[in-house]
Each structure stands twice: as C-alpha cells, then as structure tokens.
C-alpha cells in the first residue's frame, strides 16, 4: 500500500450504482447502536491505489472499488450512507473503534494484522508483472537481474523486488535497479516512454493500468504470490465484525461483490467466503 495527500468525505460521485441493494433486516439487527443513530458506516482508506481507492479528478473525492464495497455493506446492514476518508495508510488501523468503523484499503491479511485486528477476507489478489505493448526491452520475469522496475513505494512489490535483487546479487548476477513511486500514474508514464523495463503491481493494479492506457500497458506472464485481502474492524467490537461478515456474505451470495469488482476489471479477485481471520502465513 501507498499513501496520498488529501483528506476529504467521499460525495455521490461513485462507478457503481448500490441503491438497488436491499437491507437484509436480520444483518442490520446486528449493527451496534452508535452507528445506527449515525446513519453512517466510516471507512479510512489511503487513496492512492487505483483502482481499489483513489481520488477522482476533482482531487478531493474518493473513488473506487473498496469506497463501491463499503457504501454497499452500509447498504445491506440498513445504513443511510457509507463514508470514506483519506487517511494516510499507517494511521487507519489505530483509527478503527474511533475515527473509523471499517479499513477498506487494499489490506493484505497477515498474522501481525491479525493480532491488532479482526479481518474479514473478501479478496484474492496476487501481483504481476507489467511492461509497454511489445514488451520492447524484452523484459523476462524470469531473469530480472540487471533491469529497472519501478514500484509504488511501501507497497509487498517493493519488498519482493528488493529481495530479488538481493538474490542476484548473491549469485553473481547484476543487481535490480528499483524505483519506487508514490503513484501507479507516474510508473505508467515513464514505463511507456521506456524509462523502466518493468513495472511490478498487484495483479489488480496491472490490469486497471492497461485498460487504462489503451493497451500500452501489458500484463507479462502469470499472476503469482497471491494473498487474501481483508476488511479491518476493531477486536473491541464483536457485533460490528459479525454485521460487517455477514453483509459481506451477502454481497458475495447474490453477486454483487463480482459486480462492484467488474466495474473496474478486477471481478477475477472476487472470494466466495467471508472468512473471520482466516490463517495465513
């Protein structure tokens, strides 16, 4: 995950239209009373991490598949509205019991996220490999050593590409020059002109920077070192977790989950489960 400036409430501005989502009155009878009066389901997402949350063009609306899931779970638990505010990534899961309800923001589940929180896995999302149409400095996944990717700063990708550059430099090879960016955008732009060899993403952020840009951008290979990702609620509120698992069943059930996902191109990460702080490595 990245970060990004800019603290804003989410407007009517959204990709996918939830008004048809109905209440589900024995999931709405589990919503705790202070955010029953309120009317309002508070989600804290760092918007820099198309297309799950970013800004739209007005550069203070958030946008995006997670700000689509969080209206339709306020939706389905009988809420007015579902909110999203911009926070920066490290502050959003202190935050929950408190500023926030909810942490829709790309969180991969671990078991150190665990321990701070409950997650409720909604999500598989793998990375992947991204170069220009043509793949013009014939970039091979498989050989990386001594190429330039660039990658969004913080994000699993960073780690990966610093580790395997170590790697190489370990068997005598030619280092990884890796380039962190603070947005995809900036990644694509120099990746076409091709000043980078690579670019290296969650699966989802690949396939929404092609669609994107016309096909300039092209996925190389498979998606690989998939992980679920997961809502993030406060371990001090059981009923909140239980309401916000079995709306997320619900959208699972009746396909609305794959439907939200689609409007971006990324249905194909969609799980079926709702599982409670499901194990993981």
């Known amino acids: 995950m990245t970060e990004q400036s800019n603290s804003s409430t989410a407007a009517s501005?959204?990709?996918y239209d939830v008004s048809a989502i109905p209440t589900v009155d024995e999931i709405a009878a589990l919503v705790p009373d202070e955010i029953k009066k309120r009317g309002t389901l508070r989600n804290g997402a760092s918007t820099g991490y198309a297309p799950a949350e970013y800004m739209a063009a007005d550069g203070q609306t958030p946008i995006g598949y997670d700000i689509d899931i969080n209206r339709a779970l306020a939706k389905v638990m009988g809420l007015e509205e579902g909110t999203t505010k911009h926070s920066e990534f490290p502050t959003i899961i202190p935050a929950l019991g408190t500023k926030f309800d909810v942490g829709l923001s790309s969180f991969t589940i671990t078991s150190e996220r665990e321990q701070q929180v409950n997650m409720i896995s909604y999500l598989n999302v793998g990375s992947a490999w991204g170069v220009a149409q043509g793949n013009p400095k014939n970039f091979d996944p498989s050989n990386p050593c001594g190429m330039t990717i660039a990658v969004q700063t913080g994000t699993a990708q960073e780690t990966y590409a610093d580790d395997l550059s170590n790697q190489c430099v370990a068997d005598g090879k030619e280092k990884i020059t890796v380039m962190p960016h603070e947005l995809q955008t900036d990644i694509a732009t120099k990746l076409i002109?091709?000043?980078?060899?690579?670019?290296?993403a969650d699966s989802t952020?690949?396939?929404y920077t092609s669609a994107q840009s016309g096909g300039k951008i092209v996925q190389l290979g498979d998606t690989f070192e998939s992980a679920p990702q997961g809502v993030a609620v406060s371990k001090d509120d059981a009923a909140l977790t239980e309401a916000v698992q079995q709306a997320m069943q619900y959208l699972m059930d009746n396909g609305y989950l794959t439907d939200i996902l689609a409007t971006y191109g990324a249905?194909?990460?969609a799980l079926t489960t709702a599982e409670l702080n499901p194990t993981v490595e």
Request: glycine share 12%; proline share 0%; aromatic share 6%.
């Open 13 to 15: 501005t959204t990709h």
């Open 193 to 200: 002109s091709g000043q980078y060899d690579a670019t290296l």
């Open 205 to 207: 952020v690949i396939g």
């Open 267 to 269: 249905d194909s990460a």
